[in-house]
């Protein structure tokens, strides 16, 4: 059996004859920049994270960038965040001119907010959560610091779209949203985009304006030196189409995991389970093990495709040096960098593919 980590060809066999169809509608408008699809996807968005305002974007790292920027983070300050993301979360803060404070993170993954205070310098001017696999971290403590300190909160949640805690959304608790449309996310353009939610008016105008040069409603008028961050009309339509079946992805998402669950040997694999203020949208499936290269490599041999999110902690890596940080700063995340695996979790696996998973990955341990 070979079964593959993401299977985005069988995405687009059984989407294409209508996907191709909204490509062809929306390219024969001759509207590629902006344009009403672009203006359906953020109202869609706005509604479903239940927030006031969305921008799309051409990317989740231009969202944090931007985000960053407009809450003033420049040269010489801080901003808080876990360790144990995809690059780019802590990039965009280098890119600032700005520091990246590290605070290491729970069993779940996800920030420790618990640690979050003591890191709080008068530098401070942001603290970035990461909702890591599509867990949400633990928003209310992460806010009532926020407030106490009057310093923003910008949510990464590009893993996170359709994830909840406290039946609040994702994108909806901080001041900013962060979501990327890589292909491999849940919600995915055929190609890069992102998105970023808020309830801010000001914040919302000002991003709009920053994604596009700079440019007010004529083109000759620049208020303040932008970018060029827009999403494409097209991707906008490819995402318009997709997010009709967005929440049946998560659901068979999350079907899948209770179904590894019932299945996998829980003594040799440890996976943190979703709590009840939770509702996980599985961007990833990532259980933590022992002997994880040797499984990984047994695996493979197998026909199975898996993956590691992230095997280097970001403090670890050679663009950190400068920061100063060494072996043994975080812990917790150093060792589940050597323990955790992500499993293929993609809503066209069958039954009978979990099942032989489970049964190589028992086997293993047996
Ligand atoms: C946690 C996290 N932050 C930021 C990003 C950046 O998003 P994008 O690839 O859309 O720029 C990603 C994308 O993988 C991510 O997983």
Redesign the pocket.
Same mark, same amino acid.
């Given at each position: 059996m070979k079964i593959p980590y993401i299977n985005l060809t069988k995405q687009y066999k059984i989407e294409k004859k209508k996907l191709l169809k909204v490509i062809d509608k929306c390219l024969s408008t001759g509207k590629w920049v902006g344009g009403s699809e672009v203006e359906k996807f953020e109202k869609s968005i706005s509604k479903i994270c239940k927030v006031k305002y969305c921008v799309s974007l051409n #990317?989740?790292?231009?969202a *944090?960038t931007l985000a960053l920027h407009l809450l003033g983070v420049r040269r010489g300050d801080e901003v808080i965040t876990p360790p144990n #993301?995809?690059i $780019?979360?802590t990039a965009v803060i280098t890119h600032l001119g700005a520091k990246p404070v590290f605070v290491d993170v729970k069993k779940d993954q996800n920030i420790n907010e618990n640690n979050i205070e003591e890191k709080i310098t008068k530098k401070t001017k942001a603290i970035m959560p990461?909702h *890591?696999t599509g867990r949400m971290c633990t928003m209310d403590k992460i806010i009532k610091i926020s407030k106490k300190y009057n310093i923003p909160v910008i949510e990464?949640c $590009?893993?996170s779209i359709l994830s909840s805690y406290k039946k609040k959304m994702s994108g909806s608790w901080g001041n900013v949203g962060c979501f #990327? $449309?890589?292909p *491999?996310k849940n919600l995915n353009a055929s190609g890069? !985009? !992102?998105y970023l939610t808020t309830n801010n008016k000001s914040i919302y105008e000002k991003i709009k304006n920053l994604r596009t040069h700079g440019m007010e409603e004529s083109r000759d008028n620049v208020s303040s030196f932008g970018y060029v961050s827009r999403m494409d009309n097209m991707q906008a339509a490819i995402l318009n189409f997709r997010l009709k079946n967005l929440k049946n992805i998560i659901n068979k998402r999350r079907k899948n995991v209770d179904f590894y669950l019932d299945n996998l040997n829980l003594n040799r694999v440890y996976f943190p389970m979703e709590k009840q203020s939770e509702y996980n949208s599985y961007h990833t499936f990532v259980v933590q093990v022992e002997k994880r290269n040797q499984l990984r490599e047994f695996l493979k041999k197998r026909g199975i495709e898996t993956s590691i999110h992230y095997p280097v902690p970001i403090h670890l890596q050679a663009a950190s040096k400068y920061l100063g940080y060494k072996k043994g700063d975080f812990l917790e995340t150093e060792s589940q960098s050597k323990k955790i695996l992500t499993l293929p979790i993609n809503q066209f696996l069958s039954k009978k593919e979990i099942i032989y998973i489970c049964k190589m990955i028992n086997y293993f341990y047996s």
């Open positions: #990317s989740g790292t231009d *944090l #993301s995809f $780019a979360s990461v *890591l990464d $590009a893993q #990327s $449309a890589h *491999l890069d !985009g !992102g």
